[in-house]
Nanobody
């Protein structure tokens, strides 16, 4: 069982920045593809970005050039640096860990972009 604990959410003004962190509990973290998803009420959860065990990244078109995903295998932590935030980025952000048939989710952290 992998436990994922997100942190770093909060309230930020448009144009501001936040960095989300997701700490994983297992030492085999390095083998997992790690991702960030987000969900607004009434909408489906959508992929924001993911990073493979080899470091290959993929981003949703809506965040390309503004968000950066990274991982620190030694700290078993994945990060999401979010810059130039927009009101439409407001959502609950979830960390995801995926390996073979295993798929784990964190509890989510709220990000609110508002003036």
């Amino acid at each position: 069982q992998v436990q994922l604990v997100e942190s770093g959410g909060g309230l930020v003004q448009p144009g501001g920045s936040l960095r989300l962190s997701c700490a994983a509990s297992r030492s085999i973290f390095s083998a997992y593809t790690m991702g960030w998803y987000r969900q607004n009420s009434g909408k489906q959860r959508e992929l924001v970005a993911h990073i493979t065990s080899g470091g290959t990244t993929n981003y949703a078109d809506s965040v390309k050039g503004r968000f950066t995903i990274s991982r620190d295998n030694a700290k078993t932590t994945v990060y999401l640096q979010m810059n130039s935030l927009k009101p439409e980025d407001t959502a609950v952000y979830y960390c995801n860990a995926r390996f073979s048939s295993f798929n784990y989710w964190g509890q989510g952290t709220q990000v609110t972009v508002s003036s």
